[in-house]
């Protein structure tokens, strides 16, 4: 009996959410604060206007920003994975050291946005306007996918999104 009773003990522990959001700070940032460092998993920022906000080192991951603007706004160092960012505007924006994986960009606006030292693994950019950003490599763009419509800097190639 006391084995079944740990093993349920630990299967809850395992199965608990690791690190939800902080519904203060997503409050918060959703209302135009800066919040760097801030843990906004899975906040919902779809068609927010967030211009040149500081969200350096947050934890983003699974966040909606759809639609939204975010022009020279800071996320650097942040966790990025899996965030929904199509058709949103990042004019400008820093990605440096991010984590982008998994990220959607479809239709994103990212001219002169930084990306020196961000993970791109899996990232969607196809129809992304991004001839003018800057930090970018081809080794780290032939771990994306696009599209003929997507812009990228002059020299750099990627790969066609496949249909799964």
């Known amino acids: 009996m006391k084995r079944i009773a740990l093993v349920l003990l630990a299967a809850s522990f395992l199965a608990a959410p690791a690190m939800a959001q902080n519904a203060s700070q997503v409050s918060a940032a959703q209302n135009g604060a800066n919040c760097p460092k801030c843990n906004l998993f899975q906040a919902d920022f779809n068609n927010r206007t967030l211009k040149n906000k500081n969200f350096a080192g947050a934890r ?8 939204g603007i975010f022009n020279g706004t800071s996320f650097a160092g942040a966790d990025l994975r899996d965030i929904n960012a199509s058709a949103a505007l990042f004019g400008r924006s820093n990605f ?39 930090g970018l490599t081809q080794r780290q763009m032939d771990q994306t996918c696009g599209d003929r419509a997507t812009e990228l800097p002059a020299g750099l190639r990627i790969p066609v999104c496949t249909v799964q």
């Open 60 to 67: 983003l991951r699974q966040s909606d920003m759809g639609l």
């Open 96 to 134: 440096s050291g991010a984590n982008l994986t998994n990220a959607n960009f479809v239709g994103a606006y990212l001219e002169h946005a930084n990306f020196k030292g961000a993970f791109l693994s899996g990232v969607n950019f196809s129809g992304a306007e991004m001839r003018t950003a800057t």
